[in-house]
């Protein structure tokens, strides 16, 4: 049927999904109502070219932050910014510094590698762990002279310290020409040193020994914190096999452009974002979507990349350019989760810069205020500094936020909802209250024939195909809804003839010589089936009257349905004590049905404006996510707390939003909101696990009850929990 929109309901077409590629100019909303208080809060835009690398060697959090700083050191730089979930360190500058970048780094004591280089092989465990095993070997060897020969055994320990101490010294030195002066490897270089100095040789190595230790598994619970991103760099195979002129070539993926056709055999992945021209196909989605279930596709139907062919060999057109897929997107917004800090963490991170300088002067008062004024012994001390210089390095609390949110966001995509930095995951964790668009997002955004009633000398069927006929070749939604009706009894449709839209009272055509009308209920007077009509109508069905040569023939209603899991997604909201309401353009009949339906307050006839006017009130009262699919939801997701565009959205919406359910899947909701609360109290335990270490080992120190080699346990221990506490997020049901 052709009339006009504001005959029938508003059901917005959806685009496919698509999420905005990072660009040179972040930009961060603020969470504040009134503005943010930190200009940290949203970064500046920064013009220039963008540059990117792969950085090898880095073990943590603050391996990223040493990276930033050489790169910072570079004249001409505009910005920096070091992606340590996906190794990367991308610089916007005026000019082509890439040189002196690479440089930089490289003296700072890591590699780079150009972003499309091939990944480098993984080294193999002995030759990675050779420093520590030669350094335990020395040990073993030193205090076996020591039982032997007490001069011999020193000197062994010395020899074995200044060893194990040189490529640590060495990077402290480079490090604190690129700007981080208070490194770990400064720290302990200082110990060790003072140490040997004071004479407590064994320890001095014994710290070294610990602290390789204390590396090697900060590494590995590093690389485990970045295994869920890593699994999803894997989904896109390597290489593809390409057909052109009836020959089939395998070539790199990086090579496909649009409009390429490939094979993908049963059980293989897609390495771009495709179409199907195969004529029919199941595709398993699971790694992007979560969705457990095959997803059948027909010929002409977008397939992302990463999924997987079920059950036959297919054939596809490339639809994405290089690094534009599903995929690429998706690791897009997890790099720029750290763009989009959570304030916890922008405060952590300037705490600790503070933090570092402060406990070093409290180290150096201790080991010179109780000899120079209360006539103390000077070698004990010494020692009592050089353990709180250990104690006070601050890895484990710089590492406890980024590692609990890197985690949660991992998480989060594994479950098919992306959420766009620690700033969303923080107020996402705050939402006591969501607001549903209606069509498109409680509704499937496609109606359906629910009704077919004959009222005059036909019977349903042909009442069906006659209706189907006319509408036939119209683009409406409701139009289509008919048609496909027909299709599905699999009804012969007579020709029909002259259609004619009519402004404003529907649409009318020719059949076998008869004039028959289509036309919405209210353009033509049905007063018999008024009664009908309004029942139908007041549990939010659309009713459409069909009419040959002025007489009834009969009333179709249509209804968009509820989504599958709406109901459930409802009731674990409400399970986590979060309130929902319908916000929607729709009639107060259809609005009410639905809400009837799911036990929802609704306010409907909103316009955007009022919308955004309704978003505001609410959020007043508590936290607020709008959810929703449309152009027309863009500007109340933005007045919202967050905004949470569903995947199958426009474009507008998911660029607007602070998150997306990529799946499409309700429930999605509640698990995220989950996911966010078990996140902070993820961050609150690990700042616990920091600090407290750290407390009681300064106390216990400070009376003498601990050494070198337990404040070097101490903070390679914190270290480890924190980054093990936040790998359970990873695990989480």
Same mark, same amino acid.
């Given at each position: ?32 109502? !009134? ?6 809060? +949203? ?30 050191? *570079?004249?001409?730089? #505009? ?25 930089? *780094? ?12 091939? =990944? ?6 002995? $030759? ?9 070997? /020395? /040990? ?19 020899? %074995? ?64 914190? @970045? ?13 593809? +096999?390409? &057909?052109? #002129?009836?020959? $089939?070539?395998?070539?790199?993926? @990086?090579?496909?452009?649009? !409009? ?28 992007? %979507? ?11 139907? @977008? ?10 060999? *297919?054939?596809?057109?490339? +639809? ?77 609390? *710089? ?30 964790? =705050? ?13 499937? !955004? ?106 009834? &023939? ?71 996510? /709008? ?34 359910? %990529? ?8 698990? /995220? ?8 109290? #993820?961050?609150? =335990? ?14 216990? %120190? ?14 390679? !221990? ?16």
């Amino acid at each position: 049927m052709s009339s006009p929109e504001s005959d029938r309901h508003n059901i917005p077409k959806f685009s496919t999904l698509r999420f905005s590629p990072a660009t040179s100019e972040p930009q961060e909303t603020c969470c504040c109502d !009134g503005g943010c208080a930190e200009s940290e809060a +949203v970064p500046e835009a920064v013009s220039g070219t963008r540059f990117s690398w792969n950085v090898s060697g880095m073990d943590c959090a603050a391996c990223a932050r040493k990276v930033e700083n050489a790169a910072r050191q *570079v004249h001409g730089v #505009n910005n920096v910014q070091v992606l340590f979930s996906t190794e990367k360190l991308v610089v916007t500058a005026d000019t082509d510094i890439r040189p002196q970048i690479e440089k930089a *780094v490289s003296a700072a004591g890591y590699t780079l590698r150009p972003e499309d280089a091939p =990944q480098e092989e993984a080294q193999s465990a002995w $030759r990675e762990n050779l420093p520590l095993i030669a350094l335990i070997v /020395m /040990m073993m060897l030193s205090w076996g002279l020591e039982q032997l020969n007490h001069p011999a055994g020193q000197l062994a320990f010395i020899a %074995t310290t200044l060893i194990g101490l040189f490529p640590i010294a060495r990077q402290a030195l480079r490090l604190m020409k690129s700007g981080s002066w208070f490194a770990i490897e400064t720290l302990m270089s200082v110990a060790a040193l003072g140490a040997l100095f004071i004479g407590a040789t064994a320890e001095a190595a014994m710290v070294l020994l610990l602290f390789l230790i204390g590396e090697r598994l900060e590494g590995w619970a590093a690389s485990r914190a @970045r295994k869920g991103v890593s699994a999803l760099m894997a989904l896109k195979p390597e290489t593809a +096999v390409r &057909l052109r #002129n009836g020959e $089939r070539e395998t070539v790199a993926q @990086r090579d496909l452009r649009p !409009g390429d056709v490939i094979e993908v055999a049963a059980g293989g992945r897609l390495p771009a974002d495709c179409t199907l021209l195969s004529t029919f196909a199941s595709f398993d989605e699971s790694a992007l %979507t979560g969705e457990s279930v095959p997803v059948d596709r027909s010929a002409g139907e @977008r397939v992302a990349a990463g999924a997987t062919s079920v059950d036959r060999l *297919v054939k596809l057109t490339v +639809v994405s350019e290089p690094g534009d897929s599903a995929i690429d997107r998706i690791l897009k917004l997890i790099e720029e989760a750290d763009e989009r800090r959570a304030p916890i963490e922008r405060f952590i991170d300037r705490f600790s810069r503070i933090y570092t300088p402060a406990i070093m002067l409290v180290a150096l008062l201790v080991a010179v205020v109780p000899p120079l004024f209360f006539t103390a012994a000077w070698l004990p001390w010494i020692y009592k500094g050089l353990t709180l210089l250990l104690i006070g390095c601050p890895c484990a609390l *710089v590492i406890s936020t980024p590692a609990a949110i890197t985690s949660g966001l991992a998480a989060a995509a594994r479950r098919g909802a992306l959420i766009k930095g620690g700033a969303a995951l923080e107020q996402l964790g =705050q939402v006591r209250q969501v607001a549903f668009d209606k069509t498109g997002t409680l509704t499937v !955004g496609k109606p359906r024939v629910t009704s077919v009633i004959a009222t005059h000398d036909v019977d349903e069927n042909t009442l069906l195909a006659l209706t189907a006929a006319v509408e036939q070749g119209s683009s409406h939604p409701l139009a289509q809804a008919i048609v496909q009706e027909a299709q599905n009894r699999a009804l012969p449709l007579p020709v029909a003839t002259h259609q004619r839209a009519l402004a404003g009272s529907g649409i009318e055509a020719f059949v076998e010589g008869q004039r028959v009308l289509i036309c919405a209920a209210g353009k033509f007077a049905a007063v018999s089936y008024a009664d009908q009509i309004h029942q139908l109508e007041s549990k939010g069905q659309t009713v459409v009257l069909v009419v040959r040569d002025e007489t009834l &023939l009969g009333i179709i209603a249509l209804q968009d349905t509820l989504r599958d899991d709406a109901r459930e997604a409802v009731e674990a909201l409400h399970q986590l004590g979060v309130q929902g309401i319908i916000l929607t353009g729709d009639n107060p009949r259809a609005a009410a049905a639905i809400a009837g339906e799911l036990g929802l307050e609704f306010r409907a006839g909103l316009l955007p404006e009022d919308k955004v006017a309704e978003v505001s009130a609410l959020n007043a009262k508590s936290p607020l996510a /709008m959810v929703g699919d449309g152009i027309n939801d863009a500007p109340a997701m933005k007045a919202a707390t967050l905004g949470i565009a569903m995947g199958s959205g426009t474009d507008v919406a998911l660029e607007t939003a602070d998150a997306a359910l %990529t799946g499409n899947r309700l429930t999605g909701l509640a698990q /995220m909101i989950a996911l966010a609360r078990a996140t902070h109290a #993820n961050i609150r =335990q690990n700042i616990a696990i920091a600090l407290g270490l750290k407390g009681i080992f300064l106390v216990t %120190t400070l009376l003498g009850m601990t050494g070198l080699w337990l404040a070097v346990l101490a903070d390679t !221990g914190a270290t480890v929990l924190v980054t093990a506490n936040a790998l359970r997020l990873l695990q989480r049901k």
